[in-house]
């Protein structure tokens, strides 16, 4: 139940080393891009209910499809991924279809062009994704995975400090038009596109990389058993309850907070995030990586239960803050545990597999929330959430 890491153990010198550089950049196009989307991300509850009168459950409708496919295809990225021996093209394919489209916003008329802006954006975003964190394990020593991890996650997480602001300050400068800050949006992703392509290099696997398993009948070596199927399994649980975060915006606005401080709230939660995850992935590295994910899902229950039960605005600033923490404990860190337990033959696979487990269950959570607060109350979506939340943490304890 311990053994949740290789068993070499490095020596001090070598946890002081410089991350490769690989990482660095990575780091960057992670902020860069996230600028871009934040930007507009939390300026769609706004954008889709005051602008093109969308109805709640359409937030389930595209949050849950966008979520789907991303996860389909990143099931399919890492596999041909690990079949070409490669990561690099379609690392940067990803972030570049992304960049691309998600300015289309400034032009959409309906709520379904929003549903297929947001369906192409997240289709392009687990097309990377596998094959990026693939790249990173293939770029770092073992015992640094946990910080390199960490540090691409607070790094993505500082562009999501930056998005938020930035919008706040363009919709004062135009005059609160949405679609103005959408335009700006692309600049960001235009660096993006750049830093991935032209800063990126491909790294060859050793031809010595040892697999965890000798099976020769295929699944076994891409599923190694018991502790990586456990994890799934709590994954999958925890997913079915984890909608999209518009949902916390639109309770926010729910309990009596005014649209223009969605991004606000965005901003605070990612500075948390940001400030947490680096320390986050350090830490994984000294200590069992799963003891704080299992934190991390404790606090995700504390934090939906206090939405279902708040009827306060004031609370709401505070629930944002704790909920970053969440993030922190547990994106990082959980791509670190995966790299440990698969195979470096199989890694871009197994990370497919991962994130394709998150999104079969993103569709139906956010759809199911989205159908839950229309004909119930803005309240039992959350509740049901803290409850499968608690449930993932208790089976996650066995992993």
């Known amino acids: 139940m311990g053994n949740e890491r290789p068993a070499q153990t490095p020596t001090p010198a070598k946890r002081k080393a410089h991350l490769p550089r690989n990482v660095w950049i990575l780091a960057w196009v992670a902020f860069f891009n996230d600028t871009s989307t934040e930007m507009s ?7 889709l209910v005051t602008v093109l009168g969308a109805p709640p459950m359409a937030f389930g409708l595209i949050e849950g499809a966008a979520e789907t496919i991303a996860s389909f295809s990143r099931l399919l990225s890492g596999w041909l991924s690990d079949l070409s021996g490669r990561r690099k093209p379609l690392t ?24 297929w802006i ?9 097309f990377r994704g596998a094959p990026r964190d693939a790249l990173i394990a293939d770029s770092v020593d073992p015992a640094d995975r946990g910080s390199s991890f960490g540090l691409r996650q ?40 750049a ?12 031809a010595s990389a040892p697999a965890r398993s000798t099976s020769s009948k295929g699944r076994s070596s891409l599923f190694p058993r018991g502790r990586l199927l456990l994890i799934f399994a709590a994954l999958a649980l925890f997913s079915l309850g984890n909608s999209s975060d518009l949902f916390l915006v639109l309770r926010a606005q729910n309990l009596g907070m005014e649209a223009w401080t969605a991004p606000a709230l965005g901003l605070l939660f990612n500075i948390v995030y940001a400030s947490l995850s680096w320390p986050a992935g350090r830490l994984s590295d000294r200590v069992p990586r799963r003891w704080l994910i299992v934190a991390g899902y404790l606090i995700y ?19 944002f803050a704790v909920y970053g923490s969440y993030y922190a404990l547990t994106e990082g860190v959980m791509k670190a545990w995966i790299a440990d337990l698969a195979p470096a033959d199989s890694r871009a696979s197994v990370f497919g597999v991962f994130t394709w487990v998150v999104g079969v269950a993103a569709f139906p959570a956010s759809l199911l929330a989205g159908w839950i607060w229309q004909h119930y109350s803005p309240v039992a979506p959350f509740a049901l959430s803290s409850v499968l939340a608690l449930a993932a943490g208790v089976l996650l304890l066995f992993a």
């Open 118 to 126: 947001r369906f192409a954006d997240r289709a392009a975003k687990g």
């Open 301 to 319: 229950a504390v934090v939906y239960a206090g939405f279902a039960l708040s009827r306060s605005p004031q609370l709401v600033w505070f629930l």
């Open 195 to 206: 830093l991935v392509w032209f800063g990126v290099k491909e790294v060859r696997k050793p």
């Open 41 to 47: 991300y939390w300026l769609l509850p706004q954008f």
């Open 154 to 193: 607070a790094m993505d997480t500082a562009g999501a400090i930056v998005g938020p602001l930035s919008a706040i300050l363009f919709l004062r400068l135009f005059a609160g038009k949405v679609r103005d800050v959408f335009w700006m949006a692309a600049i960001p992703g235009v660096v993006c596109i």
């Open 92 to 115: 940067a394919a990803g972030y570049a279809l992304a960049n691309l489209v998600k300015p289309l916003l400034a032009i959409a008329h309906s709520w379904q062009h929003v549903f």
